[in-house]
């Protein structure tokens, strides 16, 4: 017997991995529509989208509310099944739960009865079905740009039986729930398969989804936070001892005005020696729901806030979100402005300012103005400075340290021990 469970172990090393994943930097969601001149109409109506939602939760129960994805950068390929279909996913560390379009996503509206008057933010309340809603000046389908999964193409497929639903303040992805093998990079290249996932298969998408070059949302964040209590993808495959160890490590690429080109890479089961420099200090997560841990200062030049505060690393968001109060002396001491209609500070593209400097411990992190000064996407001279106002409304983390924070140093996410290290990202340009 003591044989056999050696030979158990040592089969269990053999299959262990450390698998890197490629990524493909896309337009952020936000820079489109403020070129299209539909920026400031689409926060409209998610300001209303939000009161609507904060109103409704309190006579009913409606799914959990999590990141809007509007300002998502970077993209990486899954596949799902057996053979293998292949979909592109945004990998958020701020959420927990994988979906894609169904096969059958904007094809069988429930409740279509109104739509003639049903149409734009109050849809999304009145119809059971999204799809109902349309996108565009057309309201076409929203399902209609995406791949989508057959699950009778997939010899591995399971039912499950099990109805999802999750919320977004942009509107919500629903459908119903099934299992399958999913595979973590896509045909032709390096990948980690991962047996007997659930994930969502959704049949009705919110209209934000409309033309975005992205199918679907891995989340890479904890179980506690996943809507159902469905197990993680990453989780799952450490907990079938798939990897050689329970972290993954995140290298983004510096942001530039070029889009569909490489954009870094995600290294599952080991530490990115290559992209990444020593690793400089690690701090434990004071929650293990999103990664969460403590920053004890925060500033730029003049200005300095050792108040210490609530952070989580979040690779779904493409700027860094703070209070607002801390957020405009930010501002202040870089000589950015808030423009309102934009929603976002903005400096002169060749604006020379200090670094942004974030203590984590006992360590200061400083980043640079390649990763604070951002193309704005409207044909001017302005940048965004890549700070935004942000409330929790006294509730979870007070701080987002997004995509700028990340590119200027890798993250690894230590889902074993529950910690997050910082190295310096060694970028080639």
């Keep these: 017997m003591q044989n056999l469970f050696l030979l ?6 053999a299959l262990a991995a450390v698998v890197q994943v490629p990524l493909v930097k896309i337009e952020p969601y936000r820079n489109r529509l403020i070129r299209e001149g539909r920026w400031v109409q689409y926060r409209k109506d998610r300001e209303i989208r939000r009161f609507m939602m904060n109103k409704q939760s309190n006579d009913m129960s409606v799914g959990q509310y999590v990141n809007d994805y509007e300002d ?20 958020d560390t701020g959420s927990s739960n994988l979906w894609i379009p169904d096969i059958t996503c904007g094809t069988k509206p429930e409740n279509c009865s109104t739509v003639p008057a049903c149409r734009g933010i109050i849809c999304q309340f009145e119809c059971d079905d999204q799809a109902c809603c349309g996108a565009g000046a057309n309201y076409t389908d929203s399902c209609f740009y995406q791949n989508k999964f057959d699950a009778s193409k997939s010899s591995s497929y399971k039912t499950n039986g099990r109805n999802f639903i999750i919320e977004y303040g942009t509107g919500s992805a629903r459908g119903f729930l099934g299992q399958d093998t999913i595979t973590f990079g896509g045909i032709g290249e390096p990948q980690l398969a991962v047996p007997n996932t659930v994930f969502g298969q ?11 070059p992205l199918d679907g949302i891995l989340g890479l964040a904890f179980k506690s936070i996943a809507v159902d209590q469905i197990t993680p993808p990453f989780i799952n495959a450490i ?15 510096h942001e530039g005005d ?9 290294t599952y089961g080991g530490i990115d020696t290559k992209n990444c420099g ?10 293990a729901t999103y990664y969460q841990f403590k920053m004890s200062a925060i500033g730029s030049g003049s200005y300095h806030s050792s108040k210490g505060w609530q952070v989580i690393s979040d690779t779904g968001t493409s700027l860094i979100g703070g ?12 000589g950015a402005t808030w423009r309102d209609d934009y929603g976002v500070y903005i400096l002169p593209c060749s604006a020379k300012i200090n670094t942004l400097d974030i203590t984590i411990g006992n360590q200061v992190y400083n980043i640079d103005s390649s990763n604070t000064i951002i193309p704005l996407g409207d044909g001017s001279n302005n940048c965004i400075y890549a700070i935004f106002p942000f409330s929790s409304g006294g509730f979870g983390p007070s701080w987002i340290l997004g995509d700028p924070f990340i590119r200027q140093y890798c993250n690894i996410y230590d889902v074993g021990t529950q910690r997050v290290g910082f190295a310096k990202s060694l970028q080639s340009k």
Excluded: H, M, R
């Design 8 to 13: 158990l172990a040592l089969v269990a090393a």
């Design 72 to 91: 998502e950068a970077y993209v990486g390929n899954i596949t799902i099944g057996t053979p293998q279909q292949q979909f592109k996913v945004i990998l």
């Design 202 to 212: 959704a049949t009705s998408l919110a209209a934000f989804f409309e033309g975005q």
């Design 239 to 253: 907990n079938q001892n798939l990897v050689d160890l329970p972290l993954f490590t995140v290298f983004l690429e």
């Design 258 to 266: 070029q889009n569909g080109v490489q954009g870094g890479v995600y």
């Design 278 to 287: 020593p690793v400089i200090a690690y701090q434990p997560l004071s929650s």
């Design 323 to 334: 209070p607002k109060a801390y957020v405009s002396a930010i501002a202040d001491a870089v």
